[in-house]
């Protein structure tokens, strides 16, 4: 019999364990993951895991604001309340594991202050293993959760594994990730195109849904929304994982008959990626799109940074010669690039990268451009195939402020979670908060699984 059995050896798992055992010392806790200990750790082992500070000490300016306007008004403020409360000390405890931290190098010029794990996710995993072991907890890979073992009363008391081992435990911690690796589960959720997303790391994959299927198999309520995700625009040529390319707002991106067909401009990177990269796969002929650039966008600080895919790009001397590379009309990609370009009105001189220039395209152009529309004039022009890769899936279980798993008559006993496997995000995609919740709720969900076990 285990004191605690945590599912899943993420940032959320692994955050519950650590606190859990700094709480009870002499408590059995044993952290299971499907995967073999290299490949453990699932999203988090290939996450840059960037993180939505101003600095350790403080999260950035407006947060709870700002979730509430990623999740148009449908997120749990009091959730968000407790994750921008709790994540300074939460990070301080992570670093006290022995997680060091760094201000990010990121993508573009154009980007808030982001913090990152010394080594981003793969270092943090490193970090908090080691620390683990050191503590005595327990890891046993290769060992799949498939059910939640329950009493009369509907307690939890432990699970079965792939392999029909039933691990009794006082209390268990869901940790184990979205739904993303599981075809049908996707294919109900979002259609017939969401079986051939591509996972944007290995990782990704691990995670099948398996916990929310059995969370909600013995009782536990959903939250998120079902039809959300997080997504990335990618370059399908790369076997890289997050092979991104996010050079776009400082060119056009056309679909396969040489159409432009968003504002590529239309606000930071991080604010378009996701819808961008939704409609390329899901509504796009062939799911992908082309970024067109021109020479300039090598000049742009950042750019080299904002390109992720070691492919270098198709390149030509004409907007023609390019389009027959690609396999688009040239003169479908010509007409579009001679209409965008005229449509270029405003000074160039007055481009900036590192912020929302306000430099668009001449009022009723369709579709218009909000900033950084500049002709593209400059040969050598460039074109990055794009394609969408899933990062994680919004649906997930509803917990409440303890991490407590809730079901139709409140808390269902003995059972936990955080991270990735709760809901909580609805519409957007929160940028770099993903890893702060899984910390933070993640060690939530340790302390109070194990005070209960352990008062
Ligand atoms: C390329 C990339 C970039 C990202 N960038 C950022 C970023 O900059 N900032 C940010 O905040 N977030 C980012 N994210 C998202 C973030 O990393 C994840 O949401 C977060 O790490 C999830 O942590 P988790 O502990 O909930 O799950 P995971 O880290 O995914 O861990 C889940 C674990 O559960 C295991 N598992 C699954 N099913 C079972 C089962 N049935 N039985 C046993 N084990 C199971 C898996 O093997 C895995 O080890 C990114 C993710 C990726 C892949």
Redesign the pocket.
């Known amino acids: 019999m285990h004191d605690l059995l945590i599912?899943?050896?993420?940032?959320?798992?692994l955050a519950a364990a650590l606190s859990a055992k700094e709480l009870a010392p002499k408590a059995r806790i044993a952290v299971?993951?499907?995967?073999p200990a290299a490949?453990?750790?699932?999203?988090?082992?290939?996450?840059?895991?960037?993180?939505r500070m101003q600095s350790l000490q403080e999260v950035s300016p407006h947060f709870e604001e700002d979730m509430a306007a990623a999740s148009a008004g449908r997120g749990d403020p009091a959730y968000f309340h407790t994750l921008a409360a709790q994540a300074p000390e939460t990070l301080a405890w992570a670093q006290r594991q022995g997680v060091q931290f760094q201000t990010m190098d990121y993508f573009l010029k154009a980007w808030p202050t982001r913090i990152?794990p010394v080594g981003k996710?793969a270092g943090l995993l490193e970090a908090f293993v080691q620390s683990a072991r050191d503590k005595g907890i327990e890891f046993i890979h290769g060992?799949?959760?498939?059910q939640l073992l329950t009493a009369s009363d509907g307690a939890v008391e432990g699970i079965v594994t792939a392999d029909g081992q039933r691990l009794l435990a006082r209390a268990v911690v869901l940790?184990?990730?979205g739904f993303q690796g599981n075809p049908d589960m996707m294919r109900e959720q979002f259609g017939e195109r969401a079986a051939t997303l591509r996972p944007?790391?290995p990782?990704?994959a691990?995670?099948?849904g398996?916990?929310i299927r059995m969370a909600l198999a013995a009782g536990a309520l959903a939250s998120g929304d079902w039809d959300g995700m997080?997504i990335e625009p990618v370059d399908p040529r790369s076997p890289r994982?997050?092979a991104l390319v996010l050079a776009y707002p400082y060119g056009i991106v056309v679909d396969q008959i040489g159409r432009r067909f968003f504002d590529e401009g239309g606000a930071l990177v991080h604010e378009t990626w996701e819808a961008f990269s939704r409609t390329v796969h899901f509504e796009l002929p062939g799911s992908v799109a082309w970024t067109i650039l021109d020479a300039s966008a090598q000049d742009i600080p950042g750019y080299a940074n904002a390109v992720r895919s070691e492919v270098p790009p198709v390149q030509a001397d004409t907007i023609e010669a390019l389009a027959a590379l690609i396999g688009i009309d040239p003169g479908a990609l010509a007409d579009t690039v001679s209409r965008y370009n005229a449509a270029c009105i405003g000074d160039p001189a007055r481009f900036d990268a590192s912020k929302l220039d306000g430099l668009s395209t001449a009022p009723g152009f369709a579709p218009g451009k909000s900033n950084w529309a500049f002709a593209l004039r400059k040969a050598p022009f460039l074109a990055f195939p794009v394609a969408g890769a899933i990062?994680?899936t919004f649906g997930g279980l509803s917990t409440d402020l303890q991490a407590r798993v809730l079901g139709r008559h409140g808390p269902v006993p003995g059972l936990y979670a955080?991270?990735?496997?709760t809901g909580h995000f609805y519409a957007h995609a929160p940028n770099?908060?993903?890893?702060?919740r899984?910390l933070v709720f993640?060690r939530i969900a340790g302390r109070n699984a194990i005070q209960t076990t352990h008062p």
Do not use: F, K
């Open positions: 599912v899943g050896q993420g940032a959320a798992g299971l993951d499907r995967m490949q453990a750790g699932g999203n988090t082992r290939w996450s840059p895991s960037n993180m990152q996710g060992c799949q959760a498939v940790a184990c990730g944007i790391s990782g990704t691990h995670n099948d398996e916990g997080h994982p997050a990062v994680y955080a991270g990735e496997i770099a908060v993903a890893v702060m899984a993640g």
